[in-house]
């Protein structure tokens, strides 16, 4: 605070330091060290003016700087320094009539400032900021002020005002009435004391206002002995007592001066208490709490000695005065007692209160203990939904994941235990999801995750990949053979039927294994190969199971490959028709003829359709081909038609995939190109599969209307396979059915072939519908399919499907050109 004031203005520090420090050292030592009475009398009057007009320098910078606190705190300090002014005056008044007119400057002009000094400085301290009160502090400070003021002034009149005009009282005299008016204001200053202790607000610095109320202490003293010594008519001038009035001008110098420096380091902070206020006001309060009745104690004292004084006057006013401090001190005790129930009443009211929070605050936290658990459980139950899947339950891809890559990571390190993936897919899960609705698919779905877990371990996770696609991770297992072993489980367990809602619901699943992870470094890579088995499995004819082995990789490789090159086949020219006869069992001649397509590769040699019709058809390129196919079969049969005029009845069996059929302008193109081509429509036979038939009758049924208006006809191609029961053949007008390969390969050893074969050929007949057996690959199947009177025949044993220059041969050498 010191050095921030020295650092701003170094000038006015030094100059202070030197007037506050320098001159009291000077004069005091002129003081000691001057013997002579007149020398002393003359430094002393000199001097004191001089010390009073730098106390009130002081005084003045510190009203200067306390102005930027507050206007009030700065008008305080300024009248202070009035006071002083006047102060000086006396001085300088008192220093002229000793020293120039050289009379007894007492009584004299200079008791008129000497006096006003007082209430001015009275003024002054009313006029600093004090502390803002309650009604009962205030009435409670001002108790306690007139206590020990009375106390102070019954002490002050039995001491010096009483004996100074007791005696006295008719013939009172000026020096009389003066000499006592000194302790009154002495009094007076007391009281400001007495305020300055009491009434300090925290808009004053605590260290120059106490500074302050000590060069008023010491004044007082001073003041109070020079009384005493005037009523004698013992006091000196410039003897030592004149000291004090420089103590005290020196200490409200010092006060003055730490005013204005302090108020010049806290600019704009309103609270301008020093390092640690708080402690000091505690101390002082404490002190302050007990000062009347310290007062009382000492007036007590003075009760018994001073009653029986002779002086008539001293004992009265004891009386009076202790009487009034006595019920002063009662009327605080009241109040004070009032204030302690008032405050056990509130303590009481807080306690209840608090009681009643620290209910309210159980029952809050209860709740939210509660509410902390729920929210848990909706967590728990958050992160289950992201890992799982909804509808089985089971363990969901992103769990299945994870789970399959700490694996991989545990094979890096670990070589004892083997892991397994089974990778299963519902056989036609679509029919029931068509057939019997999507709740009966859901509940089949539901019950083969059931039977799935049922077959496992609880260490192994099971999975829902997909729709109907499920993924096993089979942990720790002792060696490669338990993953088959567990696939033929699950198939067997899958197999069985289950009722749902009244209907029996029949599955079959085909799986891919990879037997052991540990030969990959990542779980993409796994679910790549064991993804190739499972296609394997299908493709060998669904309800299997397919080990992973690496030429499988290679085959799916090359698949690839031959699917991208499929796409340029028709363009570049690389398919042809090959054709194989259909006889007529009835009139042996070639009745019809069947299209079947070819594809040259130019690297892979003859690619037969089995090879590359499956993926023609997922990727949608079947349109492109099918249609080439139609157009190059009817053309072709076109030319036959003119080139050998009598085989004009010769027909073409075009087969149409699924996906042909669902075009919109499927009737369009098929109209169209007998258009182009110029072929009789009623020479056209469009051969659907029996599980084609099935998928999309309600398409179908519209198409074979329309498209038999103009006479084309139809046939169900590999009839038989579809599991179907004949049933279905009364509610659509077809021609002809081709009985599968694999019924006639058993109609000549086996009886029950034989039969199923008898009845197929009789029902259809039965319904107008006329017969083809696929597939005869002897003489004997020849034989007895004569003698079931089924109307056509085709097989390798009658011809194999050939090119157009050798089937134009075969015309020939049938004979059924004539
Ligand atoms: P599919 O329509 O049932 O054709 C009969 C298949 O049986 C032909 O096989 C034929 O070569 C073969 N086959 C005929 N007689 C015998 C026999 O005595 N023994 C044996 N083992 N096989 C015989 P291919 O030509 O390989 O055709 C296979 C299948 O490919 C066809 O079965 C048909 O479903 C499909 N396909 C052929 N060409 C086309 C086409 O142009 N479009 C469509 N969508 N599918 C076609
Ligand atoms: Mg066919
Ligand atoms: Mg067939």
Same mark, same amino acid.
């Given at each position: 605070?010191?050095?921030?004031?020295?650092?701003?203005?170094?000038?006015?520090?030094?100059?202070?330091?030197?007037?506050?420090?320098?001159?009291?050292?000077?004069?005091?030592?002129?003081?000691?060290?001057?013997?002579?009475?007149?020398?002393?009398?003359?430094?002393?009057?000199?001097?004191?003016?001089?010390?009073?007009?730098?106390?009130?320098?002081?005084?003045?910078?510190?009203?200067?700087?306390?102005?930027?606190?507050?206007?009030?705190?700065?008008?305080?300090?300024?009248?202070?320094?009035?006071?002083?002014?006047?102060?000086?005056?006396?001085?300088?008044?008192?220093?002229?009539?000793?020293?120039?007119?050289?009379?007894?400057?007492?009584?004299?002009?200079?008791?008129?400032?000497?006096?006003?000094?007082?209430?001015?400085?009275?003024?002054?301290?009313?006029?600093?900021?004090?502390?803002?009160?309650?009604?009962?502090?205030?009435?409670?400070?001002?108790?306690?002020?007139?206590?020990?003021?009375?106390?102070?002034?019954?002490?002050?009149?039995?001491?010096?005002?009483?004996?100074?005009?007791?005696?006295?009282?008719?013939?009172?005299?000026?020096?009389?009435?003066?000499?006592?008016?000194?302790?009154?204001?002495?009094? %007076?200053?007391?009281?400001?004391?007495?305020?300055?202790?009491?009434?300090?607000?925290?808009?004053?610095?605590?260290?120059?206002?106490?500074?302050?109320?000590?060069?008023?202490?010491?004044?007082?003293?001073?003041?109070?002995?020079?009384?005493?010594?005037?009523?004698?008519?013992?006091?000196?001038?410039?003897?030592?007592?004149?000291?004090?009035?420089?103590?005290?001008?020196?200490?409200?110098?010092?006060?003055?001066?730490?005013?204005?420096?302090?108020?010049?380091?806290?600019?704009?902070?309103?609270?301008?208490?020093?390092?640690?206020?708080?402690?000091?006001?505690?101390?002082?309060?404490?002190?302050?709490?007990?000062?009347?009745?310290?007062?009382?104690?000492?007036?007590?004292?003075?009760?018994?000695?001073?009653?029986?004084?002779?002086?008539?006057?001293?004992?009265?006013?004891?009386?009076?005065?202790?009487?009034?401090?006595?019920?002063?001190?009662?009327?605080?005790?009241?109040?004070?007692?009032?204030?302690?129930?008032?405050?056990?009443?509130?303590?009481?009211?807080?306690?209840?209160?608090?009681?009643?929070?620290?209910?309210?605050?159980?029952?809050?936290?209860?709740?939210?203990?509660?509410?902390?658990?729920?929210?848990?459980?909706?967590?728990?139950?958050?992160?289950?939904?992201?890992?799982?899947?909804?509808?089985?339950?089971?363990?969901?891809?992103?769990?299945?994941?994870?789970?399959?890559?700490?694996?991989?990571?545990?094979?890096?390190?670990?070589?004892?235990?083997?892991?397994?993936?089974?990778?299963?897919?519902?056989?036609?899960?679509?029919?029931?999801?068509?057939?019997?609705?999507?709740?009966?698919?859901?509940?089949?779905? %539901?019950?083969?995750?059931?039977?799935?877990?049922?077959?496992?371990?609880?260490?192994?996770?099971?999975?829902?990949?997909?729709?109907?696609?499920?993924?096993?991770?089979?942990?720790?297992?002792?060696?490669?053979?338990?993953?088959?072993?567990?696939?033929?489980?699950?198939?067997?367990?899958?197999?069985?039927?289950?009722?749902?809602?009244?209907?029996?619901?029949?599955?079959?699943?085909?799986?891919? %294994?990879?037997?052991? %992870?540990?030969?990959?470094?990542?779980?993409?890579?796994?679910?790549?190969?064991?993804?190739?088995?499972?296609?394997?499995?299908?493709?060998?004819?669904?309800?299997?199971?397919?080990?992973?082995?690496?030429?499988?990789?290679?085959?799916?490789?090359?698949?690839?490959?031959?699917?991208?090159?499929?796409?340029?086949?028709?363009?570049?020219?690389?398919?042809?028709?090959?054709?194989?006869?259909?006889?007529?069992?009835?009139?042996?001649?070639?009745?019809?003829?069947?299209?079947?397509?070819?594809?040259?590769?130019?690297?892979?040699?003859?690619?037969?359709?089995?090879?590359?019709?499956?993926?023609?058809?997922?990727?949608?390129?079947?349109?492109?081909?099918?249609?080439?196919?139609?157009?190059?079969?009817?053309?072709?049969?076109?030319?036959?038609?003119?080139?050998?005029?009598?085989?004009?009845?010769?027909?073409?069996?075009?087969?149409?995939?699924?996906?042909?059929?669902?075009?919109?302008?499927?009737?369009?193109?098929?109209?169209?190109?007998?258009?182009?081509?110029?072929?009789?429509?009623?020479?056209?036979?469009?051969?659907?599969?029996?599980?084609?038939?099935?998928?999309?009758?309600?398409?179908?049924?519209?198409?074979?209307?329309?498209?038999?208006?103009?006479?084309?006809?139809?046939?169900?191609?590999?009839?038989?396979?579809?599991?179907?029961?004949?049933?279905?053949?009364?509610?659509?007008?077809?021609?002809?059915?081709?009985?599968?390969?694999?019924?006639?390969?058993?109609?000549?050893?086996?009886?029950?072939?034989?039969?199923?074969?008898?009845?197929?050929?009789?029902?259809?007949?039965?319904?107008?519908?006329?017969?083809?057996?696929?597939?005869?690959?002897?003489?004997?199947?020849?034989?007895?399919?004569?003698?079931?009177?089924?109307?056509?025949?085709?097989?390798?044993?009658?011809?194999?499907?050939?090119?157009?220059?050798?089937?134009?041969?075969?015309?020939?050498?049938?004979?059924?050109?004539?």
């Amino acid at each position: 605070m010191f050095s921030a004031f020295k650092r701003k203005h170094p000038k006015i520090f030094w100059l202070i330091t030197i007037l506050t420090v320098l001159l009291p050292t000077i004069t005091l030592s002129l003081f000691f060290f001057v013997k002579d009475e007149y020398s002393r009398i003359f430094i002393s009057d000199i001097v004191s003016p001089l010390f009073d007009l730098i106390a009130m320098s002081a005084l003045i910078f510190a009203a200067k700087q306390s102005n930027r606190i507050s206007k009030r705190l700065a008008f305080g300090w300024s009248m202070l320094a009035v006071a002083l002014f006047s102060f000086a005056l006396g001085d300088i008044f008192w220093a002229f009539i000793e020293l120039y007119l050289k009379e007894t400057p007492f009584p004299s002009i200079a008791d008129g400032p000497y006096l006003l000094f007082y209430p001015l400085f009275m003024a002054g301290i009313l006029i600093l900021p004090s502390k803002l009160l309650s009604s009962t502090e205030w009435i409670k400070r001002t108790l306690d002020l007139s206590i020990v003021l009375i106390a102070a002034t019954l002490g002050l009149w039995i001491f010096l005002i009483g004996p100074i005009v007791g005696t006295e009282l008719t013939a009172l005299s000026l020096e009389i009435v003066l000499t006592a008016a000194y302790p009154v204001g002495d009094l %007076i200053l007391f009281f400001a004391v007495l305020i300055i202790i009491y009434d300090r607000s925290k808009t004053i610095n605590p260290g120059p206002i106490l500074l302050l109320a000590s060069g008023l202490i010491v004044m007082i003293v001073t003041d109070i002995i020079f009384s005493y010594q005037s009523s004698l008519g013992t006091y000196l001038s410039g003897g030592v007592l004149d000291l004090g009035w420089i103590v005290t001008n020196i200490l409200i110098t010092f006060s003055g001066i730490y005013q204005g420096i302090t108020s010049e380091t806290h600019k704009g902070n309103n609270s301008l208490s020093n390092k640690n206020p708080a402690t000091i006001n505690k101390g002082i309060s404490q002190v302050l709490a007990y000062m009347p009745y310290i007062w009382v104690a000492g007036v007590y004292y003075l009760l018994p000695r001073y009653h029986h004084s002779e002086d008539a006057i001293n004992s009265d006013v004891l009386f009076i005065g202790v009487g009034c401090i006595l019920g002063l001190v009662i009327i605080r005790q009241i109040i004070v007692l009032n204030e302690n129930n008032h405050l056990l009443s509130n303590l009481m009211t807080a306690l209840e209160k608090g009681n009643l929070h620290v209910s309210e605050l159980n029952k809050a936290n209860l709740n939210l203990q509660q509410e902390i658990i729920k929210r848990n459980k909706v967590e728990e139950q958050l992160s289950h939904d992201a890992l799982h899947d909804g509808l089985t339950g089971l363990a969901n891809r992103v769990l299945f994941m994870d789970r399959l890559e700490h694996a991989v990571e545990i094979t890096k390190r670990e070589s004892k235990f083997h892991y397994s993936i089974l990778f299963m897919d519902i056989d036609n899960f679509k029919s029931i999801n068509d057939g019997l609705g999507h709740s009966s698919g859901d509940q089949a779905l %539901i019950e083969i995750a059931r039977r799935l877990t049922s077959c496992t371990r609880s260490i192994d996770t099971v999975a829902r990949f997909g729709g109907d696609e499920f993924i096993i991770l089979l942990e720790h297992t002792l060696g490669k053979n338990t993953a088959i072993e567990v696939a033929d489980r699950l198939s067997a367990e899958i197999h069985q039927s289950f009722i749902y809602n009244g209907k029996e619901i029949l599955v079959t699943c085909s799986i891919g %294994i990879v037997l052991d %992870i540990s030969e990959y470094s990542n779980s993409e890579e796994i679910l790549r190969d064991v993804d190739i088995a499972l296609y394997r499995a299908k493709e060998k004819g669904k309800s299997q199971y397919e080990i992973f082995d690496p030429e499988m990789r290679k085959l799916a490789i090359s698949r690839l490959e031959l699917e991208g090159d499929l796409r340029y086949s028709v363009s570049k020219g690389e398919l042809f028709l090959v054709y194989q006869p259909i006889f007529s069992l009835e009139e042996n001649h070639i009745e019809g003829v069947e299209a079947l397509i070819r594809w040259r590769h130019p690297l892979r040699g003859l690619v037969m359709p089995s090879e590359f019709i499956s993926f023609a058809e997922e990727s949608g390129f079947i349109i492109q081909i099918g249609d080439w196919v139609l157009h190059e079969a009817c053309s072709q049969l076109r030319k036959w038609h003119t080139e050998y005029p009598d085989l004009e009845y010769l027909t073409v069996n075009v087969n149409i995939s699924g996906k042909q059929i669902k075009q919109k302008d499927f009737v369009d193109k098929v109209k169209n190109i007998l258009q182009v081509t110029g072929l009789n429509p009623k020479r056209l036979i469009l051969e659907i599969t029996e599980s084609t038939f099935i998928e999309s009758q309600s398409t179908i049924d519209e198409l074979l209307s329309d498209l038999r208006k103009i006479g084309v006809a139809f046939a169900i191609d590999d009839f038989g396979t579809g599991y179907s029961s004949l049933g279905y053949l009364k509610n659509f007008s077809v021609d002809t059915i081709k009985i599968d390969k694999s019924f006639i390969d058993g109609i000549v050893e086996d009886k029950k072939g034989f039969e199923i074969v008898k009845t197929i050929i009789q029902m259809t007949q039965e319904m107008g519908i006329k017969t083809v057996a696929e597939g005869i690959e002897n003489s004997e199947q020849l034989q007895n399919l004569r003698s079931l009177m089924c109307n056509f025949g085709q097989g390798y044993f009658l011809s194999k499907p050939v090119e157009v220059e050798q089937f134009e041969i075969i015309l020939k050498n049938t004979g059924n050109e004539n």
